[in-house]
């Protein structure tokens, strides 16, 4: 079946770097992707989504970038802080189907 | 104030057992979800509610059923627990159907011994 999957499990950088979390996703059909923060204990939080309309999305602190040729999602967090330590999902859905599913998780930890 | 707000967090119990988790949310949304989170932290939709309707019913076995009073409601039932029923089960809610912004619970913890 399609899925959506992550490059690296695990991603450590030092605080005030920048952060890149990768994202592969195989349903040619999906047109909406989402980026959700899950800390410890805590349920997933939205993040940031972008449509497929589009390559290029910021909010404050975060970026996503999809590049539809390669199936590539990537989300670019600046100057990360320790509060940034959390597990990051990437998200697809196709508007046929109306369910969003979830790709594997990308912990990310921060170094004072 | 809690926007989907779950109970209970934690939830230990013997395999065989019947028990449900509750779910709120005080958003005025229409749509409503049960998320699975294994060990692994792997998410997985389990069942969506649109005004009291279900919509998506994944592959989950029939010992599951979800429960919706009311629109701003949806309680899980599991019959039978499994130890492979064992997981973190998060409670969602969107605006509309289809959308990805998805407000989530803080999750309960099932436990099966």
């Known amino acids: 079946g399609e899925s959506v999957g992550l490059h690296l499990p695990t991603l450590s950088v030092q605080e005030g770097d920048n952060s890149i979390i990768n994202c592969a996703y195989s349903?040619?059909?999906?047109?909406?992707f989402i980026w959700y923060k899950q800390e410890s204990g805590k349920g997933p939080q939205f993040i940031i989504d972008?449509?497929?309309?589009?390559d290029k999305r910021q909010g404050q602190r975060v970026t996503v970038l999809l590049n539809k040729t390669v199936k590539h999602l990537s989300l670019q967090i600046a100057a990360t802080q320790p509060g940034d330590s959390a597990v990051y999902f990437c998200a697809e859905e196709s508007g046929s189907q109306g369910n969003l599913i979830f790709g594997k998780g990308t912990k990310l930890s921060v170094k004072p | 104030d809690t926007a989907v707000s779950q109970t209970p967090k934690y939830l230990v119990t013997q395999m065989g057992n019947d028990k449900s988790i509750k779910c709120e949310q005080n958003?005025?949304?229409?749509?409503m979800y049960w998320y699975k989170q294994d060990s692994k932290k792997f998410l997985k939709i389990m069942f969506s509610?649109?005004?009291?309707?279900l919509i998506i019913n994944e592959t989950v076995p029939n010992r599951f059923s979800p429960k919706s009073p009311d629109k701003a409601h949806l309680n899980l039932h599991i019959n039978s627990l499994e130890l492979g029923d064992s997981a973190v089960y998060f409670c969602?809610?969107?605006?509309?159907w289809g959308t990805g912004e998805l407000f989530f619970g803080e999750g309960s913890r099932l436990t099966v011994l």
């Open positions: 349903n040619s059909a999906s047109d909406y």
């Open positions: 509610y649109n005004n009291k309707e």
């Open positions: 969602a809610s969107s605006q509309v």
């Open positions: 972008i449509r497929s309309n589009m």
């Open positions: 958003l005025g949304h229409d749509t």
